[in-house]
């Protein structure tokens, strides 16, 4: 599907209001979808592709679907178990600290992981580190002020966490899987660029908005206005020498 698009959008869209009955018709959508973007930009045949935060492995299972060398790292036993024994070659590793030598990877990819590390910078600076010179960095996250921002009690998030959290308790007769400031962080879009154009280690190849149907790339550019109608922010980024 063209990138971007009405349809693929749409059949995005579609998907995602499955996730909780069809989740694998949905983040198998996804991670083909994330690999055309990765393809863009560098051929996957051959190359080697860290999936870091990957839970369960689907993008891993795309990339290598594809040709690549595709290694999973993930530091929850659990998520990397979700569909059954772990992924074979997968690794628990926390993304602050990869077990990977300096510039081991043409590609670190990274989808809604940023949000759920209380550093994010610090955690980006290892996804640098093990990308070669020359290779890319895909980092794609959630802002807070996203209409999804919340995870699974938004949009009730826009009136407060802990409002939205007793919200989803009281209608679901469950506590919500996220908690601001412990497995979900405010990660806004203004912030998060201004820090990544400051750095000296990469260039930016493309900020824009992951799944919108048309002007991917002005939306982010928009103060203010990007931190709700961006959704999702791509960010794809080149390590410099």
């Not at 690794?91 to 994010?120: K, Q």
């Not at 020359?134 to 995870?151: E, K, R």
């Amino acid at each position: 599907m063209r990138d971007p698009s009405l349809r693929r959008s749409y059949t995005l869209f579609r998907a995602f209001l499955r996730e909780q009955t069809e989740p694998e018709h949905c983040y198998r959508l996804l991670a083909r979808d994330a690999a055309d973007q990765v393809e863009r930009y560098v051929p996957l045949t051959g190359a080697v592709v860290c999936d870091v935060g990957g839970g369960s492995g689907h993008f891993t299972e795309e990339f290598r679907r594809r040709g690549a060398h595709g290694y999973l790292f993930e530091p929850d036993t659990a998520e990397l178990t979700a569909r059954g024994p772990a992924p074979e070659g997968a690794v628990v590793a926390d993304g602050y600290l990869l077990p990977l030598t300096d510039g081991a990877a043409d590609v670190c990819f990274s989808s809604n992981v940023l949000e759920h590390v209380a550093d994010p910078q610090t955690f980006l600076s290892e996804l640098v580190r093990v990308t070669r010179p020359g290779g890319l960095i895909y980092l794609a996250f959630t802002n807070w002020l996203s209409p999804w921002g919340g995870h699974e009690t938004a949009p009730w998030h826009y009136l407060g966490a802990e409002r939205a959290r007793t919200r989803y308790r009281r209608r679901t007769g469950r506590p919500a899987k996220h908690t601001l400031g412990e497995n979900l962080f405010a990660v806004h879009i203004g912030r998060t660029l201004r820090q990544v154009r400051a750095r000296d280690d990469v260039a930016v190849v493309t900020a824009r908005s992951r799944y919108a149907p048309f002007l991917a790339e002005a939306i982010p550019r928009l103060p203010g206005v990007r931190e709700i109608a961006t959704w999702n922010l791509l960010l794809i980024l080149r390590r410099l020498p």
